[in-house]
C-alpha cells in the first residue's frame, strides 16, 4: 500500500476514532474560509492528563499546559521529512503571530523513545525554536498521551536499523483551559497556523 493510501486510512480511522460526524473547514475571525484547518466538534475530548520527561531531563505533567496556549506536534527526530517541515512551519508560524505567538508554548512528542533519547530530543528541538520543548516517555507513557489525543503511530519494519514510523500528521492548537480549539493538517501553512494563534490569543 503506497504512503499516501496509507495517510488517507489513517485520516479515515481517527475520525472515527474521535466521533467527528463532520470535518468543518476552519474559519478565521472574518469568516473567511481557510484550508489546512478543521474544529472538532464540542464535547470531542482532545489532550488530558500526562507524565513525560522534558528535553532538560525533568519530569513533566499536564500542568505544563494549564494556563497558557501550546502547539504540539507528536513526531521523531529521526524522521526524514514531515517532521521537520511541520515543526519548522510552527516556528515560523510563532513569528508570523508576532505577540500573540509569543504566549504559545511549541511542545514536538517523540513517538520513538527507543531513539530519541534526552540528548537528541534537546540538539532536535533548539534547532528549530529556542521555546520549544520536547517531551519523551516511556513506552507506555508515550501510548497514553497519543490516546489522549487520538494520534496514530506505529513502527515500519522495526528490525530495520533506520525504521521509520508512520504517525497521523497534525499540529494541535490548545487553549490555557487544555481544550483543544484547532488542529491543523499537514497542508496548513504556518499563515494558516498564524491566523489560528492570533485569533485563539487575541479573541
Known amino acids: 500500500m503506497q504512503r499516501h493510501h496509507i495517510f488517507a486510512l489513517i485520516v479515515l480511522v481517527i475520525a472515527a476514532v474521535i466521533g467527528i460526524s463532520a470535518i468543518i473547514v476552519w474559519q478565521s475571525r472574518s469568516g473567511e474560509r481557510v484550508a489546512g484547518a478543521v474544529n472538532v466538534t464540542k464535547g470531542v475530548e482532545i489532550g488530558g ?3 513525560m520527561t522534558d528535553h532538560r531531563g525533568r519530569e513533566v505533567t499536564e500542568a505544563m499546559l ?5 502547539l504540539i506536534y507528536f513526531g521523531y527526530t529521526f524522521c526524514p521529512d514531515v517532521c521537520p517541515t511541520e515543526l519548522q512551519d510552527m516556528a515560523v508560524a510563532l513569528d508570523l503571530a508576532g505577540e500573540a505567538g509569543e504566549k504559545v508554548l511549541p511542545v514536538f512528542v517523540t513517538i520513538d523513545p527507543a531513539r530519541d533519547g534526552q540528548q537528541e530530543m534537546a540538539a532536535y528541538v533548539e534547532a528549530f ?23 496514530f503511530y506505529a513502527p515500519v519494519n522495526r528490525d530495520d ?12 492548537l490548545m487553549g490555557p483551559d487544555g481544550d483543544n480549539i484547532a488542529i491543523f493538517n499537514g497542508q496548513a501553512s504556518p499563515e494558516t497556523i498564524a491566523a489560528g494563534i492570533r485569533q485563539a490569543v487575541d479573541g
Open 129 to 151: 525554536h529556542p521555546r520549544m520543548v520536547g517531551l519523551r516517555g516511556t513506552d507506555e507513557q508515550t501510548a497514553a498521551m497519543a490516546r489522549a489525543y487520538r494520534v
Open 66 to 70: 494549564q494556563g497558557r496556549h501550546a
Open 49 to 51: 492528563p500526562f507524565t
Open 161 to 172: 536499523e533506520y525504521y521509520l514510523m508512520d504517525h497521523s500528521n497534525f499540529i494541535f
